[in-house]
Each structure stands twice: as C-alpha cells, then as structure tokens.
Nanobody, 120 residues
Framework: QVQLVESGGGLVQPGGSLRLSCAAS????????MGWYRQAPGKQRELVAV???????DYSDAAKGRFTISRDNAKKTVYLQMNSLKPEDTAVYYC??????????????WGQGTQVTVSS
C-alpha cells in the first residue's frame, strides 16, 4: 500500500513562512513528478508547484517568487517552502506523486491534505 503523508501546515501571520513536507511510503521503486496543489473554500483545486524527478520545476503565478519546491529522492519526500505568506494563500494543501511500483505499473497518488491558514 502506497501512502503520501503531508505535514507542516498550521496558522501563520501574514508575511510569515511555513515549510510543508510530503513523504511517500510503501513498495515504491521510484517517483516521477511530485507536486503541490491547494484548494480554498468555495474554489477549485489548483496547481501550486511541480517538480520532476530530475529537478526541473514549474510554479503558478501566485507562487512564483515566494514559494520554492524541492525534493529528496532518497527520502521519497517533496517540500514546499512558503515565504511572504498572504491571507489568500489560506487553503488545504495537497501533495501528489506519480509513483512507479514496478517496471510496468505506475499510479498517481494523493495525500490527505494539510491546512494552511494565514491570518492576523
């Protein structure tokens, strides 16, 4: 059984920082793309940042310049460093990973999400 577990969410004041972590576990051979998504109340889920196995990255316009995505392949973990947080960043943040389970079996997996609240 493959699982993704997010951590690091919480309450922070505007202008503050948080670092989210997402660790994959199970019988995983390797992981291709890993990404962070978020969903605010009343809104659709949106991509925040994605990182490929080789390290190339893409960011949403809202995240660019403030957030940094990184990964540790040995630990099967992806991180999202969030700086200069704004109230509009408030959302549930979800981790996603394309996991390789065998030479012929690959699946996409979602974490359960971690709440980030930016408020004074």
């Amino acid at each position: 059984q493959v699982q993704l577990v997010e951590s690091g969410g919480g309450l922070v004041q505007p202008g503050g920082s948080l670092r989210l972590s997402c660790a994959a576990s199970g019988s995983i051979v390797s992981i291709n793309d890993m990404g962070w998504y978020r969903q605010a109340p009343g809104k659709q889920r949106e991509l925040v940042a994605v990182i490929a196995r080789g390290g190339s990255t893409d960011y949403s316009d809202a995240a660019k310049g403030r957030f940094t995505i990184s990964r540790d392949n040995a630990k099967k973990t992806v991180y999202l460093q969030m700086n200069s947080l704004k109230p509009e960043d408030t959302a549930v943040y979800y981790c996603n990973a394309d996991v390789i389970l065998s030479l012929t079996y690959r699946r996409s997996k979602w974490g359960q999400g971690t709440q980030v609240t930016v408020s004074s």
